[in-house]
Nanobody, 121 residues
Framework: QVQLVESGGGLVQPGGSLRLSCAAS??????????LSWFRQAPGKERELFAH????????DYVDSVKGRATISRDNTRNTMYLQVNNLKPEDTALYYC????????????WGQGTQVTVSS
């Protein structure tokens, strides 16, 4: 059974930082062959792509609202993806999901269950 398990969410004050993790298990193919993404869904809004990282080095990209504040990374030896976000703002409050899709077959994709991030004083 494939599982993507997010962790690291919680309550953070504005200006603070956090690091989310997404650990994968049970994947049919090597973790390194998946394009990985973080999505987020704020209350009353649609889920949006926040950041993604490809299978090749230096292939990270971010939504404009977080460029310069976020870093997505992956450790293929640990089957884990990370998201570091600094200078958090109240508008970053959302449920954060990780997603994995196989590089060569988009029908092979998985979602995590989400981790809540709340930015508030």
């Amino acid at each position: 059974q494939v599982q993507l398990v997010e962790s690291g969410g919680g309550l953070v004050q504005p200006g603070g930082s956090l690091r989310l993790s997404c650990a994968a298990s049970g994947l049919r193919f090597s973790f390194s062959s998946y394009v990985l993404s973080w999505f987020r869904q704020a209350p009353g809004k649609e889920r949006e792509l926040f950041a993604h990282i490809g299978t090749a080095p230096d292939t990270a990209d971010y939504v404009d609202s977080v460029k310069g504040r976020a870093t997505i990374s992956r450790d293929n030896t640990r089957n884990t993806m990370y998201l570091q976000v600094n200078n958090l703002k109240p508008e970053d409050t959302a449920l954060y999901y990780c997603h994995a899709v196989h590089l060569l077959n988009s029908r092979i994709s998985y979602w995590g269950q989400g981790t809540q991030v709340t930015v508030s004083s």
